[in-house]
């Protein structure tokens, strides 16, 4: 008697992706997207360099430097943007840390309360920083390097943020009680042990805090500070072409710190691939 075998059902076979189609494809979404934002930046370099009948002049770009009250402004911006991050860092590399070594029940609190500035808009902050600064005034002087202290606050997001990555890709704990039975004290744990393992975190937050405050404007401008960007919202009413090349070169050095953020950010997974 012959035995029949059921012919047993064949999965359609699956069609082969093309290689070259996915290159492709972010080939065209790359030069679309880079064009979107190129096309913004050339229009602001044409614009700032238009001299008188359809001439090309650097008029607008040497007026940067001839402007001392826009050399200063640009100044006290750099001083801030420096006070700003060391601030910021100083605050929550070690909060955190502690948060995560000896109170982790409060994580999602100081969480919370890092990421409330990103809810409330900035015109909110400066009506209830306005009666604070009254007393800074009165305390520090009126110095427009006390906006430090509002800054801070501003990017504690951000910080927050990129920080909060940096300590969750290592084993703190491990590491901090390693540490503590050879004999090392809370300061040396934090600067020789928790630092270097998040230094490009830190990277990350320093970077992110100076493009915030080199763009800020309400805050300085409602509390009466002049830094750079209410001083090229005051150019911008006499002179746009110094305006435009202005904030052309803010924009400009922005993108630099975002390339500087990638490339330490690739040169750290390059690192840590190899020893692995």
Same mark, same amino acid.
């Given at each position: /008697?012959?035995?029949?075998?059921?012919?047993? @059902?064949?999965?359609?076979?699956? @069609?082969?992706?093309?290689?070259?189609?996915?290159?492709?494809?972010?080939?065209?979404?790359?030069?679309?997207?880079?064009?979107?934002?190129?096309? @913004?930046? =050339?229009? /602001?370099?044409?614009?700032?360099?238009?001299?008188?009948?359809?001439?090309?002049?650097?008029?607008?770009?040497?007026?940067?430097?001839?402007?001392?009250?826009?050399?200063?402004?640009?100044?006290? %911006?750099?001083?801030?943007?420096?006070?700003?991050?060391?601030?910021?860092?100083?605050?929550?590399?070690?909060? /955190?840390?502690?948060?995560?070594?000896?109170?982790?029940?409060?994580?999602?609190?100081?969480?919370?309360?890092? $990421? &409330?500035?990103?809810?409330?808009?900035?015109?909110?902050? =400066?009506?209830?920083?306005?009666?604070?600064? !009254?007393?800074?005034?009165?305390?520090?002087?009126?110095?427009?390097?006390?906006?430090?202290?509002?800054? !801070?606050? &501003?990017?504690?997001?951000?910080?927050?943020? *990129?920080?909060?990555?940096?300590?969750?890709?290592?084993?703190?704990?491990?590491?901090?009680?390693?540490?503590?039975?050879?004999?090392?004290?809370?300061?040396?744990?934090?600067?020789? #042990?928790?630092?270097?393992?998040?230094?490009?975190? $830190?990277? %990350?937050?320093?970077? &992110?805090?100076?493009?915030?405050?080199?763009?800020?404007?309400?805050?300085?401008?409602?509390?009466?500070?002049?830094? $750079?960007?209410?001083?090229?919202?005051?150019?911008?009413?006499?002179?746009?072409?110094? %305006? #435009?090349?202005? *904030?052309?070169?803010?924009?400009?050095?922005?993108? !630099?710190?975002?390339?500087?953020?990638? %490339?330490?950010?690739?040169?750290?997974?390059?690192?840590?691939?190899?020893?692995?």
């Amino acid at each position: /008697m012959a035995v029949t075998r059921e012919a047993v @059902p064949q999965e359609p076979a699956k @069609p082969r992706r093309r290689k070259g189609s996915g290159g492709a494809l972010r080939a065209v979404v790359l030069v679309v997207l880079g064009a979107y934002f190129a096309l @913004p930046l =050339v229009a /602001m370099a044409e614009f700032s360099t238009r001299g008188a009948n359809g001439t090309r002049s650097l008029q607008s770009w040497s007026g940067i430097v001839t402007d001392p009250d826009l050399v200063e402004a640009i100044w006290v %911006s750099a001083q801030l943007a420096l006070l700003s991050s060391l601030l910021v860092l100083a605050l929550l590399v070690p909060t /955190m840390a502690w948060i995560r070594l000896r109170l982790p029940a409060l994580r999602r609190v100081v969480e919370f309360l890092c $990421l &409330l500035p990103v809810a409330i808009p900035a015109i909110v902050l =400066v009506v209830g920083m306005a009666p604070l600064y !009254a007393w800074v005034d009165y305390f520090l002087g009126d110095s427009p390097l006390t906006l430090a202290l509002a800054y !801070a606050v &501003l990017v504690l997001p951000f910080a927050h943020r *990129s920080l909060d990555a940096g300590l969750s890709a290592i084993d703190l704990k491990t590491l901090a009680e390693a540490a503590r039975g050879l004999g090392a004290g809370w300061g040396t744990v934090l600067l020789r #042990i928790v630092v270097p393992n998040i230094r490009t975190a $830190l990277i %990350s937050a320093a970077l &992110l805090s100076v493009a915030l405050v080199l763009g800020e404007f309400t805050i300085a401008s409602l509390l009466n500070f002049d830094t $750079l960007q209410v001083r090229v919202n005051l150019i911008g009413k006499r002179d746009a072409g110094v %305006s #435009i090349a202005v *904030s052309l070169l803010c924009l400009l050095f922005a993108f !630099a710190l975002l390339l500087l953020l990638s %490339s330490a950010g690739s040169g750290r997974r390059r690192a840590t691939a190899e020893e692995g």
